[in-house]
């Protein structure tokens, strides 16, 4: 009786996905038999490796492996089973089984990524410089054992219930002892950028069948272009985007994770521990982006959320879910000093407003420090996106200096003396001003000066902004 392999591929709403198909059995290919996606399988083979390569470059390459019984049956093996749907035949002879291969717009890189972490330069615009050193005063030690987000012995939080205390701000000491998460690293085919996407996928968000879409947070770090002047990113010893050592350490390792202790460097923010910290079940997402492009394919919010469903149906496929949610859940967005300035933009397009995703997926808008001079612009895009009350939008702003019209226009009354962390009536919004000489007295025995206080603003404010109960 004749067996046969008949090979198609879609994507993870179902939708056919063009592709050229290979298929091998014990290290050696099967010859298609006259169409070329379908295989003759010999008798006796027990192993079947397929693979998908899409003709269009906005899905990658995805191989999967097949079981064949002794009876003939082929079925997925178990660490392809959310890779690979198996039909199985409707006639005897020939036996003509299905395999449709799921391919995806990501891929797993992170074994990459976190090799570039082991290649610090030791130069900068042909000078000395000791990136190993100043990096091992910021963690402890350099290189990291690995990706994970590391236990936490030593950390301060804001204290989210109380920020305030007399002319400073409240931290409490809340050891974070290691946060059970699928830490990794995504790559986006086909795109300028972004390529590169840090996750941090709480275990706590279950990945099953039939779960509920799930809840992000969306962390857009300051541009990259601004640091090239002073040899990071681009040049010198550091290789083309995205794979150099200071997208892997600045862009996504950095954000990732805190220093120790946390707030005595200007580098970490420890995104996830801020999220976790804030009793949030969501997932951390981290856009790497480049110099030139910057964040790329982003500024069409509308593509940004057909991305973000093509991540969480790669996430449930990794953890051997084959059907992910149709959509993706509540959708915060962060953005940090001139990351502002990209996620305003986004926010003025007329045609981002009113797609589905700024009006239906995205739910609260952070500012963390933007630019002085443009905070009264940020706040005016994102309280016209935001809209009347009945649609429940919240905008969040922290700065180190006042600007008197965008925190009263948030707060609905003159705000208070700094240092302050206020929300709205509605909690609809929040207003927060913390200056220099409050960080100083908050933190006395750390060198503090502007640079440290705008750091500072994301490393801590994000846990706040996450405690009020936005996604």
């Given at each position: 009786?004749?067996?046969?392999?008949?090979?198609?591929?879609?994507?993870?709403?179902?939708?056919?996905?063009?592709?050229?198909?290979?298929?091998?059995?014990?290290?050696?290919?099967?010859?298609?038999?006259?169409?070329?996606?379908?295989?003759?399988?010999?008798?006796?083979?027990?192993?079947?490796?397929?693979?998908?390569?899409?003709?269009?470059?906005?899905?990658?390459?995805?191989?999967?492996?097949?079981?064949?019984?002794?009876?003939?049956?082929?079925?997925?093996?178990?660490?392809?089973?959310?890779?690979?749907?198996?039909?199985?035949?409707?006639?005897?002879?020939?036996?003509?089984?299905?395999?449709?291969?799921?391919?995806?717009?990501?891929?797993?890189?992170?074994?990459?990524?976190?090799?570039?972490?082991?290649?610090?330069?030791?130069?900068?615009?042909?000078?000395?410089?000791?990136?190993?050193?100043?990096?091992?005063?910021?963690?402890?030690?350099?290189?990291?054992?690995?990706?994970?987000?590391?236990?936490?012995?030593?950390?301060?939080?804001?204290?989210?219930?109380?920020?305030?205390?007399?002319?400073?701000?409240?931290?409490?000491?809340?050891?974070?002892?290691?946060?059970?998460?699928?830490?990794?690293?995504?790559?986006?085919?086909?795109?300028?950028?972004?390529?590169?996407?840090?996750?941090?996928?709480?275990?706590?968000?279950?990945?099953?069948?039939?779960?509920?879409?799930?809840?992000?947070?969306?962390?857009?770090?300051?541009?990259?272009?601004?640091?090239?002047?002073?040899?990071?990113?681009?040049?010198?010893?550091?290789?083309?985007?995205?794979?150099?050592?200071?997208?892997?350490?600045?862009?996504?390792?950095?954000?990732?994770?805190?220093?120790?202790?946390?707030?005595?460097?200007?580098?970490?923010?420890?995104?996830?521990?801020?999220?976790?910290?804030?009793?949030?079940?969501?997932?951390?997402?981290?856009?790497?982006?480049?110099?030139?492009?910057?964040?790329?394919?982003?500024?069409?919010?509308?593509?940004?959320?057909?991305?973000?469903?093509?991540?969480?149906?790669?996430?449930?496929?990794?953890?051997?879910?084959?059907?992910?949610?149709?959509?993706?859940g509540k959708t915060a967005i962060g953005a940090f000093s001139s990351g502002n300035l990209f996620l305003n933009k986004w926010l003025k397009n007329p045609a981002n407003r009113k797609g589905n995703f700024l009006s239906s997926v995205v739910t609260a808008?952070?500012?963390?420090?933007?630019?002085?001079?443009?905070?009264?612009?940020?706040?005016?895009?994102?309280?016209?996106?935001?809209?009347?009350?009945?649609?429940?939008?919240?905008?969040?702003?922290?700065?180190?200096?006042?600007?008197?019209?965008?925190?009263?226009?948030?707060?609905?009354?003159?705000?208070?003396?700094?240092?302050?962390?206020?929300?709205?009536?509605?909690?609809?919004?929040?207003?927060?001003?913390?200056?220099?000489?409050?960080?100083?007295?908050?933190?006395?025995?750390?060198?503090?000066?502007?640079?440290?206080?705008?750091?500072?603003?994301?490393?801590?404010?994000?846990?706040?902004?996450?405690?009020?109960?936005?996604?």
């Open positions: 009786m004749a067996n046969i392999l008949i090979a198609t591929a879609s994507n993870w709403k179902g939708t056919a996905v063009p592709c050229d198909f290979a298929a091998t059995a014990g290290g050696m290919s099967l010859a298609a038999t006259g169409d070329p996606s379908v295989f003759q399988i010999p008798d006796g083979t027990v192993e079947i490796k397929l693979t998908a390569t899409p003709r269009a470059p906005t899905f990658w390459e995805a191989t999967v492996s097949l079981a064949i019984s002794s009876n003939g049956a082929i079925s997925s093996a178990p660490a392809s089973k959310a890779f690979v749907a198996v039909t199985p035949p409707t006639s005897s002879n020939p036996r003509a089984t299905v395999a449709t291969v799921h391919v995806n717009r990501f891929r797993d890189v992170t074994p990459e990524i976190f090799k570039l972490l082991k290649t610090p330069p030791t130069e900068r615009l042909g000078e000395p410089y000791d990136q190993a050193g100043i990096d091992s005063s910021i963690y402890g030690a350099w290189p990291p054992v690995d990706w994970d987000l590391e236990r936490l012995t030593d950390a301060l939080f804001l204290d989210a219930q109380n920020p305030e205390k007399p002319g400073a701000l409240n931290f409490i000491m809340d050891p974070l002892y290691g946060i059970i998460a699928d830490n990794v690293v995504l790559k986006l085919a086909g795109v300028n950028a972004p390529q590169l996407f840090a996750v941090a996928w709480p275990a706590i968000v279950r990945r099953k069948a039939n779960a509920a879409p799930t809840p992000l947070f969306l962390f857009i770090r300051q541009g990259s272009g601004q640091n090239v002047a002073a040899g990071f990113f681009k040049g010198g010893q550091l290789g083309p985007y995205p794979n150099n050592f200071d997208y892997a350490d600045v862009c996504l390792f950095g954000n990732l994770h805190y220093g120790k202790p946390p707030l005595e460097s200007w580098g970490p923010k420890g995104v996830p521990y801020q999220v976790a910290k804030a009793g949030v079940n969501a997932v951390t997402v981290i856009p790497c982006n480049s110099v030139g492009p910057e964040f790329g394919v982003l500024g069409d919010t509308e593509e940004t959320g057909r991305i973000l469903e093509e991540l969480q149906a790669f996430m449930f496929w990794k953890a051997g879910v084959a059907s992910p949610p149709a959509t993706i808008i952070y500012f963390l420090d933007p630019p002085k001079n443009a905070v009264v612009d940020c706040v005016t895009s994102a309280l016209k996106w935001a809209g009347g009350p009945e649609r429940d939008k919240r905008v969040r702003l922290y700065t180190t200096s006042p600007s008197s019209n965008a925190h009263q226009k948030l707060l609905g009354s003159k705000p208070p003396r700094e240092p302050y962390v206020r929300n709205s009536p509605d909690n609809r919004h929040t207003a927060s001003v913390v200056s220099v000489s409050s960080w100083k007295k908050t933190f006395p025995n750390f060198a503090v000066d502007w640079d440290y206080s705008h750091h500072a603003i994301a490393a801590t404010m994000l846990t706040h902004a996450l405690a009020q109960g936005d996604i």
